[in-house]
């Protein structure tokens, strides 16, 4: 085949709907995320990932070192950033095709969503393995796709799924919610009870698929490198909760989240306007539900109740997976499917409604619903950025007067080991964080300060100062801390904040005790 047949033919399977979808992406990405992709503003973790091989087969993720070698081992924010709305692109086409939409507006909505959903802005403040986490998310949603696409797309995609667990594991709740969608879609709507069977059963397979084929290959290669699971956020470990106490926290961190997340939408007008799109798509999704005689069927009808049982069963699936995992912002992405499946759903369904002005009406309510929520979440990514850009200013600020500091200690020589916890002292530098009400809930993007351990401080001044510190083992820093000459000193920048005790320089910087 030659380069131009190869061409036509790929490009004979791309629709203009396809196209216009990947640029609204790659439109609204940049919008929402290109400050921090033309800027180095790294946090807290950042830090030491500036030159990382991103080995993090330790918490589960043996694939990610292969999905994020694509950029190199390098944090380059603007490589990065691209590859990650390049892969957002293709996953915003993929699922409008899974939705099987009749409007190319809807799809444009749907991109815009996906590139701006305010976690977002948590993946891309840990910038240095964003592009690993995006290609997971489309390896889970092709997975789904595939599933629909093909009797035999299972298998195929559970070993996608499997690649995007090998990632990152959480993206794992976002395939099951739009499993269980595909599934309802079926039971709502067709009448084949042999084909609904199949279709279920085949997504069943396709998620078995990929648990087994994550699980063999985490064992392979853990075994192969010699180390074991660091029971990092509680992989690899036992639970102390029984099952019942983990179905209670299931659920009722889904409700809290949902309504009280400060993520799916800010407080004040945002949520009555999310409001609005939510319930323009239940509106549709009813009087599709209707119309289709789904209330007399029973298959139709426990398929409901069985969804309504497992919505949050899905979308917290890490808890029941890990229960003792801190659960932040960067897990909970398919939130985004909220109003990613309202759009979706008044796309499909309005014309459903009893009347022909509702079925006109209700439309133009989730486009403009739609578009101000794009337009929200683009401005909370700002919000965000602009908070961790000021964190770094702060802290080059505070770690060169500090390093300032001990150059000037008499007695002290760059091999002499420093001693220090690390945290900044909130009596003397009292916080400036004025985005508390925008970034709180999102990890990675708020506070003041990138500097939170002695390590931290040594990676600051070799990255940015290019000056070399040595620390003292970690195993010696709790008898320091608890010796009367560390505690005799006062937090910097007082005047006895450092002081040096056989051979080591001790330093304070907080006063906690």
């Not at 499917?337 to 014309?351: G, K, N, Q, T």
Request: aromatic residues 14%.
């Amino acid at each position: 085949m030659t380069v131009e047949a190869f061409w036509t033919r790929i490009r004979q399977k791309i629709s203009s709907q396809d196209i216009t979808v990947f640029l609204a992406a790659l439109i609204a990405g940049l919008c929402a995320h290109l400050r921090i992709f033309m800027s180095d503003i790294p946090n807290h973790d950042g830090l030491s990932g500036i030159d990382f091989d991103q080995n993090m087969i330790t918490s589960g993720r043996w694939f990610l070192t292969v999905a994020c070698h694509i950029s190199t081992d390098y944090t380059l924010p603007w490589v990065i950033g691209l590859l990650s709305l390049l892969y957002l692109g293709v996953t915003a086409v993929i699922l409008c095709r899974f939705f099987q939409l009749k409007h190319t507006y809807s799809g444009v909505l749907i991109a815009a969503l996906l590139a701006v959903y305010p976690s977002l802005s948590s993946n891309f403040a840990y910038i240095f393995t964003a592009d690993g986490y995006m290609l997971a998310l489309l390896l889970a949603v092709l997975a789904v796709y595939l599933v629909e696409k093909s009797p035999k797309g299972f298998l195929i995609g559970g070993l996608f799924l499997g690649f995007s667990m090998g990632i990152y594991q959480a993206y794992l709740a976002f395939a099951m919610v739009l499993a269980l969608y595909g599934v309802c879609r079926g039971w709502f709507f067709i009448r084949d009870l042999k084909s609904n069977l199949r279709l279920t059963a085949r997504y069943i397979g396709m998620g078995a698929i990929g648990a087994v084929f994550y699980y063999v290959m985490l064992q392979i290669l853990l075994k192969i490198q010699n180390t074991s699971l660091s029971g990092y956020q509680g992989i690899g470990g036992e639970s102390s909760q029984g099952i019942v106490s983990i179905l209670v926290n299931v659920y009722q961190d889904f409700v809290v989240h949902t309504l009280r997340g400060n993520i799916l939408a800010q407080k004040g007008p945002m949520l009555v306007v999310m409001a609005l799109l939510l319930l323009a798509g239940f509106l549709s999704l009813a009087a599709a539900f209707v119309r289709a005689g789904s209330l007399r069927n029973p298959w139709s009808v426990l398929c409901l109740f069985v969804a309504l049982v497992l919505t949050p069963v899905c979308f917290n699936v890490m808890l029941i997976i890990s229960p003792d995992v801190t659960y932040h912002s960067l897990m909970r992405y398919q939130w985004v499917l909220f109003p990613v499946c309202a759009v979706a759903v008044i796309d499909r369904h309005a014309d459903a409604l009893p009347t022909k002005k509702a079925a006109q009406a209700l439309p133009w309510v989730g486009v403009i619903a739609a578009a101000v929520v794009v337009f929200s979440y683009i401005l909370t990514c700002n919000v965000a950025y602009f908070n961790l850009e000021k964190k770094f200013t702060k802290t080059y600020s505070y770690c060169l007067r500090l390093l300032d500091r001990i150059e000037q200690m008499e007695g002290y020589t760059y091999d002499m080991p420093i001693a220090m916890i690390g945290v900044v002292s909130e009596d003397t530098f009292p916080s400036t964080d004025l985005t508390v009400g925008v970034t709180d809930s999102l990890l990675g993007i708020g506070g003041d300060y990138l500097v939170y351990t002695a390590q931290n401080y040594q990676d600051f001044w070799e990255y940015y100062f290019g000056v070399t510190v040595q620390l003292v083992d970690s195993d010696e820093i709790v008898d320091i801390y608890n010796s009367e000459e560390y505690r005799a000193l006062e937090p910097f920048p007082a005047e006895n904040c450092m002081v040096i005790v056989d051979g080591v320089l001790y330093v304070k910087t907080e006063n906690k005790e």
